[in-house]
């Protein structure tokens, strides 16, 4: 599905390579807890959490800004034809430059592609399999990566811990052709995006702010994997390399995205994919976005 909103005078278009009820509670969150998930779990959006499997919805999404002459992408989902450990991201063969196409961002109009972090599921597409070799989906673009990321990862892939190919699929090949350009919180970004560090998820991951006209939002990347985390802001997920930091990043964002009414673009979450955290006494609920447009802008 790809939907469409707008903030200020940004667009920004969510666009789900897949979506469904994969995630086991357990094996998701370390914290979770039954009896204190049942007593908020009516506040779930419909179809985030499926019962009778006892799974947790949970979606790749890519994320397109378009502001005046700027084509971001941030995060590239997990790509096609990857080698990867999870079934569910194991040589895909899906339609995601089409339907980039349709988002009104095909490879040779995006202008920048954005990273928030270097896992896996975030850097897929900036590579495509061409002629037997892994080459960069987007030529025209600067690919923004995260320095301290960077360097973590870096490390894991040189000493063999990296657990996936995905350093030398998805990051070498961008870095070979010279289209890799870092960031840190002071870098200047296309379409007026800031830089936050929002480290926790990973040593390194960066969440990046829109402001305009008054309108806020967020790209949030993996501070929230699920609007359930924002009913217990403590469960980290299974993949957060650094809980302590995440957990205090989350609460910080969660504050930030509560006092600033801004829309929340997560990378996972299921339909329909942003909303707005709220404060509700002591604690914080989940307020789905309405559906976007449809038709990209
Ligand atoms: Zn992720």
């Known amino acids: 599905m790809i939907h469409t909103w707008r903030i200020g005078d940004a667009a920004v278009t969510s666009l789900v390579e897949y979506v469904g009820p994969t995630h086991a509670p357990e094996a998701t969150f370390p914290a979770f807890n039954l009896d204190t998930f049942r007593k908020r779990e009516a506040e779930l959006p419909p179809g985030a959490w499926y019962p009778r499997i006892s799974r947790f ?14 084509v971001v992408i941030i995060d590239t989902g997990v790509g096609n034809y990857k080698v990867r450990p999870p079934a569910r991201m194991h040589m895909l063969n899906t339609l995601v430059p089409q339907w980039l ?9 995006v202008t920048h592609v954005l990273i928030t972090h270097l896992h896996s599921d975030h850097i897929g597409w900036n590579t495509s399999l061409e002629d037997q070799r892994w080459a960069p989906t987007f030529p025209k673009a600067r690919y923004l990566v995260p320095k301290t990321d960077y360097d973590y990862f870096k490390g894991l892939n040189d000493s063999g811990k990296a657990g996936d190919t995905s350093f030398a699929d998805s990051l070498a090949p961008i870095f070979d052709a010279g289209l890799v350009t870092f960031v840190n919180k002071s870098s200047e970004l296309p379409g007026g995006l800031e830089p936050a560090e929002a480290f926790g998820h990973t040593p390194g991951q960066m969440n990046y702010w829109l402001r305009s006209r008054g309108e806020v939002g967020v790209f949030s990347a993996d501070v929230l994997h699920h609007p359930v985390q924002i009913l217990n802001p403590t469960w980290n997920t ?32 299921p339909a329909p994919h942003a909303g707005y955290v709220r404060k509700a006494g002591n604690a914080y609920r989940f307020e789905p976005a309405q559906p976007g447009s449809p038709i990209a802008t």
Request: hydrophobic residues 55%.
């Open 101 to 109: 196409a349709a988002a009104g961002a095909e490879p040779d109009v």
């Open 57 to 70: 919805t949970i979606g790749i999404q890519i994320w397109i800004l378009k502001r005046g002459n700027d």
């Open 238 to 269: 299974a993949f957060c390399v650094l809980p302590d930091q995440a957990i205090a990043t989350r609460a910080q964002v969660l504050a930030d995205a509560a006092s600033s009414s801004a829309l929340i673009m997560p990378c996972h979450f």
